[in-house]
Antibody
Framework: QITLKESGPTVVKPTQTLTLTCSFS??????????VGWVRQPPGKALEWLGF???????RYRPFLKNRLAITKGTSRHQVVLTMTNVEPADTATYFC???????????WGPGTLVTVSS | QSVLTQPPSVSAAPGQKVTISCSGS????????VSWYQQLPGTAPKLLIY???KRPSGIPDRFSGSKSGTSATLGIAGLQTGDEADYYC????????????FGGGTKLAVL
């Protein structure tokens, strides 16, 4: 059974760097074919894909955020880290990590963590 | 403005069937798989349909998906009050700004 959970700060000041960790069980990010994605949802708005990281360390990012985003493997094979630099109030959102299955679908999601960017 | 277009809302009575459309283009729906998600209030999205028309284990067959050209449709039969939620379609987009694109979401009301 796959489970995921996001963790990190709930409030970040503008221009600071946001770091979120996705901790999961039931699979390893080092196993061939596996991938983890990040999706965010501003309050009252639609889902917005941020990026993927794959077992072979290949990465894909949302084009308009590419210069501010980094997704890396964590200290264990059961962690992935999202880093977003120079945050602004428009980055206020619930951030989800999710297990990617074939066809670029997300079949298991974490509960999400609300991050507020405010001074 | 989302790349995939969904109606903002749909409604139907309990027991009836409703369909939710998702319109895209050749760079996304036309050449890639579509997935559908259900998001109940205050919760994470849940995968309902992947690869256009496949249901993950545990998803009842009341939920169905189809794709034709650059559009996709989610069908929900035998509506229940517990189906009231936001529904999102998604697909990979092969354009210059490639990545996963989501629809703007459709709020389903079961009246």
């Amino acid at each position: 059974q796959i489970t995921l959970k996001e963790s990190g700060p709930t409030v970040v000041k503008p221009t600071q760097t946001l770091t979120l960790t996705c901790s999961f069980s039931g699979f390893s990010v080092l196993t061939i074919g596996e991938g983890v994605g990040w999706v965010r949802q501003p309050p009252g708005k639609a889902l917005e894909w941020l990026g993927f990281i794959f077992w072979d360390d290949d990465k894909r990012y949302r084009p308009f955020l590419k210069n501010r985003l980094a997704i890396t493997k964590g200290t264990s094979r059961h962690q992935v880290v999202l880093t977003m630099t120079n945050v602004e109030p428009a980055d206020t959102a619930t951030y989800f990590c999710a297990h990617r299955r074939t066809g670029d679908a997300f079949d298991v999601w974490g509960p999400g963590t609300l991050v507020t960017v405010s001074s | 403005q989302s790349v995939l277009t969904q109606p903002p809302s749909v409604s139907a009575a309990p027991g009836q069937k409703v369909t939710i459309s998702c319109s895209g283009s050749g760079s996304n729906i036309g050449n890639n798989y579509v997935s559908w998600y259900q998001q109940l209030p205050g919760t994470a999205p849940k995968l309902l349909i992947y690869d256009n028309d496949k249901r993950p284990s545990g998803i009842p067959d009341r939920f169905s998906g189809s794709k034709s050209g650059t559009s996709a449709t989610l069908g929900i039969a035998g509506l229940q009050t517990g189906d009231e939620a936001d529904y999102y379609c998604a697909a990979w987009d092969n354009s210059l700004n490639s990545g996963v694109v989501f629809g703007g979401g459709t709020k389903l009301a079961v009246l």
